[in-house]
């Protein structure tokens, strides 16, 4: 299965449009995508609310990942980031659970 299926597989099961998400991130913030992986993130403010709902944020604190599909995807996103923030976050929208933040340094020290 080619990661856009896998990709599109997630969306159809959380009920939510996978284009339009495409579209968003592609013009206003980031997406990585290998043939084995695709990410999609952006800067945000961990004190400012839900993450979904920050776009074009000043002073950011955090990479929020809003979606990551495949093989070592938040590693390959680690490693992709423009710049780096105190703060990397995601949640599991599959299980319900809201975000949650790590210490970018704490992902760092695991990668090594």
Excluded at 45 to 61: I, L, M, S, Y
Excluded at 85 to 91: A, Q, R, S, T
Aim: glycine share 6%.
């Amino acid at each position: 299965m080619t990661i856009l299926k896998k990709v599109e597989d997630l969306y159809s099961n959380l009920g939510q449009n996978m284009c339009q998400d495409i579209a968003m991130y592609l013009e206003h913030e980031y997406v990585v995508k290998t043939p084995n992986s695709l990410i999609m993130g952006k800067a945000v403010r961990t004190e400012d609310g839900d993450p979904n709902d920050q776009w074009n944020v000043v002073a950011p604190d955090a990479w929020f990942v809003k979606t990551a599909v495949g093989e070592d995807h938040i590693g390959h996103f680690i490693n992709c980031m423009p710049y780096p923030l105190p703060f990397v976050g995601w949640m599991r929208e599959l299980k319900n659970r809201p975000v949650k933040w790590y210490k970018l340094e704490q992902i760092l020290r695991r990668k090594i």
